[in-house]
Every structure is written in structure tokens, then in C-alpha cells.
């Protein structure tokens, strides 16, 4: 049997809630003299389900044959009432059967019928005395409401009226506010709508969010706004931080901001560094403390990363307190250590590098691994390869290295099938400015050194494309050819001699083999640590083939690093990975 509660009448309702009946838009409704005030207050009750408030008991709704002819009079008034309801209010499904009798042949969802908010008295269809009761009940009775409770709402439901006809006005969407509380006056409205233009927002921008104009100036707009100042978000950065996350004016500052701020001060992040953090991923002040940014961070611990670090690596990518760890982080965590780089390594890596976590694992993470072995780097070298330039996990490397490719092998000399061997040592290659790796090429050239000679020493050690010309290439060669006097043809094998520093590598070494008679390679006397190269100068020399040069390009005393900035001026400044982060 299908359950359903019963109409009431308007002076059947308590006060407070005939008074939530003013958003009630159709005022169609209510003027017409055909509808009566039992209709009208069912179906305002039953669209902002009053039930919650009411404590009237649901009975069975009526079917079967009538037993006299005041059951069909109450069943036919609470049909009649119920299927207006229905058909005016509560949304239904599609289908066919129905048992509730004069009802049209549709099913209405269980969820729907079971919280419909048609209120009636408890009736016995076994008791006709009852039943004439619920009949009496049922039709239409006249108010016993004071005469300008009715005109109260009345003037309610046309102030309604001008506050939508004023934002219709302003270019304002306001499908999305029917169930929204407005304020009574236009002039207030008016007043929300200048203060929100007046911090930058345009009427788009507002009808991306229309419910911000349900907030109160004083009491929602103000503080929050005021506190986001406090904490060092700029005011011209105001209308990009509400777009991203306009739902933070309505937010509480007390109950809701300042919990996170406490958070995020707790794992590290500098109070000065608050606002920048913020205008970057306004969202943040939206996460449960106890969800997503606490796991996150005890995920990222657990991994290795120094506690100490999480502060530093929020500020520079706060993205990560947004990101859940099963389903986004593990993952990616978990195939990069499948690569061969170590866990302690990967820590590492992401207190440097946090922004490579916002790297799409399918789409941007497998499909570069992929495209650098096809290009030549061997399996087993490709954790190298990022552990040098994590960044390269965000480029599109066919991409990039297509527009390189012409460059390489014209310009540079260098050969095709020398492309992988260049990626496993310089993966940088494929971020490198163009405009700048050639006044290094130039400066070869004007030195002797020919297009294939060239070719040949960027393949060996493609960090000369890098480095700087008047700190390392040119006081190197300048020593090499005046004080050294070697033919060039060693620089061409070993071109490595250039990333060494002049001062303390090169020169002192130099004058100690001068005063040993030691003839020998540049990689015999440069790549080694000082205390090896102290054992060989103790003994007589031999020059074996294993003391050549390795292929690691991090041994303990080994080259010198490129610098900073150096490397940054080398690369482009419209990388991939920066639009990613």
C-alpha cells in the first residue's frame, strides 16, 4: 500500500511555517480565485518540504471500492489534492503502472512519495465518523489567519519579485536563485552588486556563481574579504582568487578559514608565504584538514621526504594538498620507483621538484618514457635521465626534440644516432634556447674547431651547449692552447675539459703533472677525485684503460656543475612543464 500524508489547510499550519512560504514564486497561484488556500498551502509545503517541521502523522492513502458516501468524498478530495501536488511539484519517472487510482498512469520514484510533503490528519477508513472528518478537514475552510498575515506575504513575494527583476536587469542569471534567501529591498541588493563590481568582478563573473549575491555585505562579504588581506593576499589579485573559488565568500571565518590557515602555518608554510599560497589554489581553504591535505602530507613523509621540507615544497606547488594519495600520487610515485630510481632519490626529487606530482600519469608520464626510448636512451639509464631533469616528465619529447633536431644536426654537427646518447647526458637538450646554444657553437668555430669536430664533442659532452663562454669555455681554451700548448685534437676527445673549473681543478693539477714530467690524457689527471689523483702522482706512472673517463657525470670530484643560472639562460622559457605546474 502505498503511503502518502494527508492536505492540511493554511490554519492548519504553525505560524513559522507559513511564514518559509514567501519564496513561493508563483504568485499566479495565489491570486487565483478558483484555487483554493488548501491547494495553495499544500503545494508551497510540499516544494520546500515543511514535513521536517510539522509532527502530523502520514496515513495510507485511499483505494479500493468506497464502503458510503463519505468515504468517497474524502478520498476523492485527498486524490484530487495529492495528484495536484504530484503533477505540479514533485518530479516523476517515466512508467507505466501505477495502483493509485484516478492518479495518472506514471510511478512516482519511492524517495519522492515517501518525503512528499502533504500533511494530514490520522484516518481510519474502518470508522465512518473518521472518514467524515478527514472529508470535513480536507475541503477547503476558511482562513482563520488575521487579514494581513495573507498581505504580508503578498508584499513579501513582490519585493521578491522587483530583487529578480533588478538582477534580470544587470545582465544576471537568476535561474540558479529560486530557493535562494534574497534580501527584501532592491536597494540592498544593489548595494551587494556595486560591492562586488567594485572589487573587480564583471557580471560574468558573477553569473558563474550567481549565489554570491545572496551574501551579505556586512556579514559575509566584508570579513572574509578583510581576513584574506590580513593574510597577504593582494587586492589586485582579489577578482582572480573569487574566481577560482567564489564559493569562499561564503565561507565563515572562524569556522572555516581560519582552521586552515592554522593547518597550513603548522606543516611549514612561512606566514609570509601565506598569500602567495593562496592566490596560487584558492581551493585550499575548501579541504577537510582530516581528509585529503593530512594524508597527503603523511604520505610524502612516509616516502622520505624531510618534514622540514613539506612547508617549502607546499609553497611552491600547494596543488599537492589537493590531490588524493590512492588515486593520484601512489600511482605516479609508485611507476617512477618502478623505473629504477630509489626511494630515497624520489624524496629528494620532490623537495625540489614537487610540481612533477601534477604531471597526468597517462597522458603525459608514460607517453615521455615511451618517446625517449625510442629515441635512443637505454632502458636502464632512464632513471638517470630524470633524476638529472625531473622536468622532462612534462614535456612532449617527440615534440620538442622535432624542433631541435634540425638545429642539432645542421648547425651543431651532430648525428642522429648520437640523439639518445646526447638525452642520457644532457636531457636539458631538449629544453635548450636555441639562440643561445648557438653563440657557444659560434664561439667554436671562431676558434677552429669544425661543424663535424663540433658535432663530435657535443655528443662526448653535450654540456658545453650550456655552460658559460666567458667563465669556463673561453679561459679553458685560453689555458689549454697558451700554457698547456696541446694540439686541439685532445679537446675534441675530451671535451669534457671545459665543464672543470680553471682555478681549482685544472691549473693546480696541471702545474703538479709539470713538475712530475708526467706525460698523460686530460681525463687521466682531471676526472678523479683529488685523493686519487694524489695516489697516482705517488707511484710510477702507467696510464691504464680503466683510469679513463667513466660515463658518470657525478663521480665524487668529478666535473664541475653548470651553474644555475647558466642552465636557466640556456633553456627556453616557455617549457611545458612550467605551464603545467
Not at 522587483?162 to 540592498?188: C, K, N
Not at 565561507?251 to 611549514?268: H, N, R, T, W, Y
Not at 703538479?512 to 689527471?525: A, G, H, N, T, V
Amino acid at each position: 500500500m502505498t503511503t502518502l500524508s494527508r492536505l492540511t489547510t493554511v490554519s492548519q499550519l504553525p505560524g513559522n511555517c507559513l511564514r518559509s512560504l514567501r519564496t513561493f514564486k508563483s504568485r499566479s497561484v495565489m491570486r487565483s480565485p478558483s484555487c483554493g488556500v488548501a491547494q495553495i498551502a499544500s503545494l508551497q509545503v510540499a516544494k520546500f518540504h515543511l514535513f521536517e517541521r510539522l509532527s502530523i502523522e502520514s496515513v495510507p492513502l485511499f483505494h479500493g471500492p468506497p464502503t458510503s458516501s463519505s468515504t468517497v468524498s474524502a478520498r476523492c478530495t485527498q486524490n484530487a489534492g495529492v495528484r495536484s501536488v504530484l503533477e505540479n511539484v514533485i518530479p516523476v519517472h517515466a512508467a507505466p503502472q501505477t495502483k493509485l487510482g484516478i492518479l495518472p498512469a506514471r510511478r512516482f520514484s519511492p524517495d519522492l512519495v515517501s518525503n512528499c510533503s502533504i500533511f494530514v490528519r490520522k484516518a481510519s477508513t474502518r470508522s465512518k465518523s473518521r472518514a467524515e472528518a478527514v472529508a470535513r478537514h480536507s475541503v477547503a475552510q476558511p482562513s482563520t489567519l488575521g487579514n494581513d498575515e495573507p498581505e504580508q506575504y503578498e508584499n513579501e513575494l513582490v519585493a521578491r519579485d522587483h530583487v529578480l527583476r533588478y538582477l534580470q536587469s544587470e545582465g544576471i542569471d537568476v535561474t540558479e536563485l529560486e530557493d535562494v534567501g534574497l534580501p527584501p529591498s532592491v536597494a540592498i541588493m544593489k548595494e551587494r552588486v556595486t560591492f562586488l563590481r567594485k572589487i573587480g568582478l564583471t557580471t560574468k563573473d558573477i553569473n558563474g556563481y550567481p549565489l554570491m549575491v545572496g551574501c551579505s555585505v556586512k556579514k559575509n562579504l566584508v570579513p572574509v574579504l578583510s581576513y584574506l588581506e590580513k593574510l597577504n593576499v593582494e587586492a589586485r589579485f582579489l577578482p582572480d582568487f573569487i574566481r577560482k573559488y567564489p564559493m569562499v565568500l561564503n565561507s565563515s571565518v572562524v569556522m572555516d578559514l581560519e582552521p586552515v590557515v592554522d593547518f597550513l602555518l603548522g606543516i611549514g608554510i612561512a606566514k609570509e608565504a601565506l598569500g602567495r599560497v593562496l592566490t596560487r589554489y584558492p581551493d585550499i581553504l575548501g579541504f577537510k584538514i582530516e581528509g585529503t591535505m593530512s594524508t597527503s602530507v603523511a604520505y610524502l613523509v612516509s616516502l622520505g621526504v624531510n618534514m622540514r621540507e613539506v612547508g617549502p615544497m607546499v609553497t611552491e606547488y600547494p596543488e599537492i594538498l589537493g590531490m588524493r594519495v590512492g588515486n593520484n600520487i601512489k600511482p605516479k610515485v609508485d611507476y617512477l620507483l618502478s623505473l629504477g630510481i630509489p626511494k630515497q632519490v624520489m624524496s629528494k626529487i620532490l623537495e625540489v621538484k614537487p610540481f612533477i606530482l601534477g604531471f597526468d600519469l597517462h597522458d603525459r608520464m608514460k607517453p615521455c618514457i615511451r618517446d625517449l626510448l625510442q629515441l635512443g636512451v637505454k632502458e636502464e639509464n632512464v632513471a638517470r635521465v630524470i633524476i638529472q631533469y625531473a622536468d622532462v616528465l612534462g614535456l612532449d619529447v617527440k615534440q620538442r626534440l622535432d624542433s631541435k633536431m634540425g638545429w642539432l644536426t645542421k648547425h651543431a654537427g651532430v648525428k642522429r644516432g648520437d640523439i639518445g646518447q646526447i638525452i642520457e647526458k644532457l636531457p636539458q637538450i631538449l629544453a635548450i634556447n636555441i639562440k643561445l646554444a648557438q653563440t657557444r657553437v659560434d664561439f667554436f668555430k671562431e676558434s677552429g674547431f669544425t661543424v663535424e669536430e663540433i658535432g663530435s664533442m657535443v655528443a662526448k659532452c653535450p654540456q658545453i651547449l650550456a655552460i658559460s663562454i666567458e667563465e669556463s669555455l673561453r679561459p679553458n681554451l685560453d689555458f689549454f692552447m697558451v700554457d698547456m700548448k696541446r694540439p686541439s685534437s685532445e679537446l675534441v676527445e675530451y671535451p669534457s675539459y671545459f665543464t672543470y673549473s680553471l682555478e681549482k681543478r685544472i691549473r693546480p693539477r696541471y702545474i703538479q703533472i709539470e713538475q712530475r714530467d708526467i706525460k698523460c690524457s686530460l681525463s687521466w689527471f682531471l676526472n678523479c677525485s683529488d685523493a686519487i689523483f694524489d695516489e697516482r702522482l705517488q707511484v710510477d706512472f702507467v696510464e691504464r684503460p680503466d683510469e679513463a673517463e667513466t660515463d658518470d657525470l657525478f663521480i665524487m670530484g668529478g666535473r664541475m656543475k653548470i651553474k644555475g643560472e647558466d642552465m636557466k639562460e640556456a633553456l627556453d622559457s616557455d617549457d611545458d612543464f612550467a605551464e603545467s605546474s
